[in-house]
């Protein structure tokens, strides 16, 4: 009889406990992030009465007699299966698809979440909006200065388009202007003139410039030649070497692309206006940073007033040989435990990690019909188990009413 109302004691407390677990898991059904927890029972050793017994020659053989003293809980598992991708269009905001974590740091210790409720502060930092953990990418802190420059580059190709038109006489001239940037991002005007030569299809050019700052080195004349049909067939490229005054470096040697295989709207040679102009260069001025988008694969890439995209930084994610065995911190934070395994970081999308969904929250994975089919189980649990324990009341009562 004591055994009795023992295993059903240890049933109201393991249902308790079921309770505690379920009531959780619905109490975080919209915390971003939240994995749900899973409560199993396991049976508590039982008390041997008899032992088994083997098969002889005339008899067989009997199975032990056991009474069971209980039940206790066997585990508590959080269950990583991936929560729903919720839309915010905050560009900071990142959901993870597929297995890893985002590693956060408070300067002392690593932590790691699934809620990508990223900010960034005043000093720029890429941090986690409810503790203002920092996030960690490949070289520590991911920053994203309002104040961040791109450097300036000096020109190291200028391609040509348009057209040159043959058939004028010999000793005509077309003049084009073009416009370079030196190494500090200062721009400087070539002017590029074009004679037509007594050589059918063919002109020469020379290059002048009028700027205090800079003179012209080697290079910065040449024929260039049109076939039959209108193509260059040579001098599709020439140099020009420059040189400056103003603090720039000197020396500066920039490719003139009239016709180069790479060239993807060369200069042709046809009866028609001459249109010869710059089509691009490779230079620019410093810049500013204007915004700034995460990709899927963790970069961070920053769009400046120059026009140049560059990379501000990569978001680092952890994986673990047992994400289960993690140790919950609150706010939605994990830490590593002896049975996780050491975080493996890198970059997402490699090595197994999943790929960020921009712009997106990650969801709990809670279900709630699953959940209120668990209330249910472990309110009758709780129930049936408070019958035994009143069931062995009733019963003890009978037996000390003996005597009367």
């Known amino acids: 009889m004591g055994s009795s109302m023992n295993s059903a004691v240890s049933g109201l ?42 098969p002889s020659a005339t008899v067989g053989g009997t199975d032990p007699q056991q009474v069971g003293l209980g039940v206790r809980t066997g585990a508590i598992t959080n269950l990583f299966t991936q929560g729903g991708i919720l839309t915010t269009n905050k560009p900071t905001d990142l959901a993870i698809q597929g297995d890893g974590f985002f590693v956060l740091s408070d ?31 490949a070289g520590g802190d991911i920053t994203i200065s309002p104040t ?3 450097a300036p580059v000096g020109t190291g190709t200028a391609s040509f388009t348009g057209n040159l ?3 004028v006489a010999a000793g005509a001239t077309y003049v084009a202007t073009v416009s370079v940037y030196d190494s500090l991002g200062g721009t400087h005007n070539l002017t590029l003139t074009f004679t037509k030569s007594a050589t059918a299809g063919e002109f020469t050019y020379a290059t002048t410039e009028s700027d205090a700052n ?20 040579a001098g599709g490229t020439g140099t020009i070497t420059l040189d400056f005054t103003n603090g720039a470096s000197s020396g500066q040697v920039v490719t003139l692309d009239f016709g180069s295989p790479t060239n993807a709207s060369p200069v042709t040679g046809f009866a028609s206006a001459a249109t010869l102009a710059l089509a691009s260069q490779d230079g620019a001025a410093s810049g500013t940073l204007q915004s700034f988008s995460i990709g899927t694969d963790g970069t961070i890439n920053g769009t400046f007033s120059n026009g140049r995209v560059q990379s501000l930084g990569t978001i680092r994610m952890a994986t673990f040989p047992n994400a289960a065995g993690l140790i ?18 890198g970059n997402p999308g490699t090595g197994g990690r999943g790929t960020l969904a921009p712009g997106s929250l990650e969801g709990s994975n809670v279900d709630l ?15 049936a188990n408070a019958r035994v324990i009143t069931t062995s009341d009733e019963v003890l009562q009978e037996a000390v009413n003996l005597k009367r």
């Open 214 to 233: 800079m003179s012209i080195g080697a290079g910065g004349s040449g024929t260039l030649q049109f076939s039959g049909s209108g193509a260059i067939i």
């Open 13 to 54: 407390r393991a249902h308790q406990l079921m309770l505690d677990v379920t009531g959780n898991n619905i109490a975080n059904v919209n915390t971003p992030g939240f994995k749900a927890g899973r409560t199993t029972f396991s049976d508590v050793l039982s008390q041997t009465i008899a032992g088994a017994t083997a």
């Open 369 to 383: 019909a699953d959940e209120f089919v668990k209330l249910i189980v472990a309110q009758r649990g709780f129930q």
């Open 165 to 167: 038109d043959p058939t």
């Open 107 to 137: 300067g002392s210790a690593n932590y790691f979440s699934r809620a990508g409720a990223f900010e960034v502060d005043s000093a720029g930092n890429l941090v986690d909006s409810v503790t203002g953990y920092r996030v960690q990418g």
């Open 328 to 345: 919950k911190m609150g706010n939605n934070l994990y830490r590593e435990s002896s049975n996780s395994g050491v975080a493996n970081v």
């Open 148 to 150: 961040a420059t791109s």
